[in-house]
């Protein structure tokens, strides 16, 4: 799909097609104003004349998204079920989540609608795979939680502005390199949200070759899926670990330039009796590189079908405390909308097979 979008142009190709059209390039700084505070919607660009927009309308996508809904988690968790609008094709849907804290306001973003690497514990996972995300629907998402805090800010103390981006929603992100790529270009361009590469975390399950080419053209912090240091163990938890096995990926993860005192984050869902036992912390304290890389424990969301289930809290808590006292930095990540199912692996669209 190919077409000329709001949602993922920039300055400088709005004002040239503005002039092939026979429109006055000079507008194209104003629309793209309303469009970086959220603003997709035409009508309600207030100094843009009824004329232009009529034509503008006819060249180009204005907004590639429908809200279907939105839920609000009680700790102030927002997630948003969006319909693609593509075309003479039937309607996917994708998801997004708004993680709201004191100093900081996270957009978690979906890069694909589903997932095609089928990690057997991964809620996501078991939707059908119905396709790679543009850079335009990636972009959306973010604008339309920007439009969202416009018209309903936060409440109490909660930060009400976006200020991170984690590609942690639906689907593996370096599975949809060019689209994906070419979003974090926008999310840091000058005349877009202008968002530093320290402020956006991209969440890979481990595509060495592609990490290696993020590296090169994009360097944003990294997370990597890690679940397990045993190689066989892998293989079967995430099984792109066949193609990329954990030695490619050492090799690879161990010259990612970082950015000044960040690190690479490891996730590692705890499942019980699978991953949470002595010879998997032995595996994990091997396999970390405690200078440049820190494990981020994460509590399993159980959901309705899945084989696996979480580890006790207790255990979670002595294995975060073995791995710190092995000089390796560890934290039990906090769960945050759990109860509208917006939690690490839980994002699966309820409207799957429509
Ligand atoms: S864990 Fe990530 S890569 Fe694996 S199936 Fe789920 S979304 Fe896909």
Redesign the pocket.
Known sequence: MNILSLASINLEQLQHSMKSWGLPAFRAKQILDWRNKGILDLSAMKNIPNSVKDALLEHIQVQPLKLVSKQKSTDGTRKYLFALQRDNQSLKHIETVFIPEESRGTVCISSQAG?V???PF?H??TQKFEGNLTAAEIMAQVLAVKYDLLQDPMKHDLHHKVTHIVYMG???PLANEVEVFQSLELLMANDYLNLSRRRITLST?GLVPQIERLGQDSPVNLAI?LHTAINEKRNTL?P?NIKHDLSRLRQCLNTYPLAKSRHITMEYVMLAGVNDRQEDLDALVQFINPERERINLIRFNSYPGSDYQGSATSVINNFAKSLISKGIRATVRRSRGDDIMAAC?QLKTAKQGL
């Open positions: 997932c690497l089928d990690c991964c996501t996972g639906m689907g593996e399950s899926s995430v792109i692996g």
